[in-house]
């Protein structure tokens, strides 16, 4: 998919046209773990679209760079530009990038910790998206709603927002990538509550989605996911089982697959085997201090 749409925008002779294949060109390398390729379509996107005047088209696919800087390791950077990409527009009409751009700078502001932002603009992402019926942006931000009950001590209303978001994603069948997500922080939610039955099957209903739907990005995260819940559930066997067959070289590039810092680290350093444990920490050095478990290791040793 990506490798047509790369080709068909080569022969687009309208810059907005070339743009609108770009982007869909880079989100399908993203999906396939070839973060160069979508890297490089989603900047020539936003070149032309702030070419030809199109900023609230450049403020779209801004957003989907940050999303992909901050899961290869730049998240200050991805910050920074989705930030300077919703400054653009958020005095204007509030729109359908308006408020996937929203859903996003909340999304992201929400992981760094920044509740209060974070609260703003996914109210506003939410309000935007039901009056226009935006499902997208939407979902993204009923998943943001859940993580800020999590911060507020609410765990059942954090369960109910994402059971709400992956039931409202399947209605309006939007990308797969989406989905596999969704049913990932549904997971997370009920590893939090020691719910590892449920949560080992919704990462099983989410790996089915991302095989199904040929979404090599989202494979990987919802099984770097599965090998956490299989170590807390003692199925330590079987979380180094699936973590041998990952690929090291594609693992080691995004902090989405850091899971196995958390699951597949701990089995290796109990069963005192320090130099597997050690690759595995070495797999993840571009993220610099932020690396979950080094510390444990670094004393260990």
Known sequence: AYRALDQAATLADEPTERARLLERAGIWAEANVDWESSERAFQEAIELLTGVGDVHGSARVSGRLARLEGNTGRGEQGLRRMEAAFATVAGDEADAEVADLASRLGQAYAFMGDLERSTEVTELALT??????????????????????????????????????????????????????????????????????????????????????????????????????????????????????????????????????????????????????????????????????????????
Not at 132 to 152: C, D, I, N, V, Y
Not at 224 to 234: H, S
């Open 128 to 301: 935007v998206s039901q009056a226009l019926r935006l499902p997208e942006p939407l979902s993204r931000a009923l998943g943001t709603k859940a993580m800020l009950a999590r911060s507020l001590g609410r765990p059942e209303e954090e369960l109910a927002f994402h059971r709400h978001a992956i039931r409202y994603t399947l209605e309006n069948d939007l990308p797969t990538h989406q989905l596999s997500t969704a049913y990932g922080n549904l997971s997370d939610a009920c590893l939090g509550g020691d719910r590892y039955g449920e949560a080992l099957e919704s990462l099983g209903d989410g790996l089915a989605l991302a095989r199904r739907g040929g979404d090599r990005g989202s494979e990987l995260y919802i099984l770097t996911e599965t090998t956490y819940a299989l170590t807390m559930t003692g199925r330590w066997d079987e979380a180094v089982e699936i973590f041998r067959e990952l690929p090291a070289e594609t693992v080691g590039t995004s902090g989405n697959y850091s899971s196995v810092l958390t699951g597949v680290l701990e089995i290796f350093v109990h069963r005192g085997q320090l130099e597997p444990a050690g690759e595995v920490l070495s797999m993840f050095a571009f993220l610099g201090e932020e690396i979950p478990g080094q510390a444990y290791l670094d004393a260990l040793l």
